[in-house]
C-alpha cells in the first residue's frame, strides 16, 4: 500500500521556522523525484519546490526561494521542507508529491499557518 505521510505542520509566528516532513511508503522512493506543493484558501494549488530522485537537483519557486530547502534522506524515505523566515501569505495546506513515469502519489496535506 502506498502512503505518504506528513508531520510537522502548524502555527508559527511571523519570522519563525516549521520543518516538514514526508515519509515514504509501498514504492521504490529512489525512482521518484519528490516535490513539495502548497495550497491557500481560494487558489490554486501551487509547485513550492522539487528535488530530484538522487537528490542532486532543486529548485523553487520564486516566492520561497532562499528561505525554504528542500532535502530527501534516500535512507529514510523521507522528503523534507525547511521553512524559515515565514511569511503569513506562506499559510497554505502543503502535500508532499512523488513523481515519476511509473506513476504519481500526494500526501494527505498538512496545515501551515503563519500568524501573530
Known amino acids: 500500500q502506498v502512503r505518504l505521510v506528513e508531520s510537522g505542520g502548524g502555527l508559527v509566528q511571523p519570522g519563525g521556522s516549521l520543518r516538514l516532513s514526508c515519509a515514504a511508503s509501498g514504492f521504490t522512493f529512489t525512482n521518484y523525484a519528490m516535490k513539495w506543493y502548497r495550497q491557500a484558501p481560494g487558489k490554486e494549488r501551487e509547485l513550492v519546490a522539487a528535488?530530484?530522485?538522487?537528490?542532486?537537483?532543486?529548485n523553487y519557486a520564486g516566492s520561497v526561494k532562499g528561505r525554504f530547502t528542500i532535502s530527501r534522506d534516500n535512507a529514510k524515505k523521507t522528503v523534507y521542507l525547511q521553512m524559515n523566515s515565514l511569511k503569513p501569505e506562506d499559510t497554505a495546506v502543503y502535500y508532499c508529491?512523488?513523481?515519476?513515469?511509473?506513476?504519481?502519489?500526494w500526501s494527505q496535506g498538512t496545515q501551515v499557518t503563519v500568524s501573530s
Open positions: 528535488i530530484t530522485s538522487a537528490g542532486g537537483s532543486t
Open positions: 508529491k512523488a513523481d515519476s513515469s511509473r506513476g504519481i502519489y
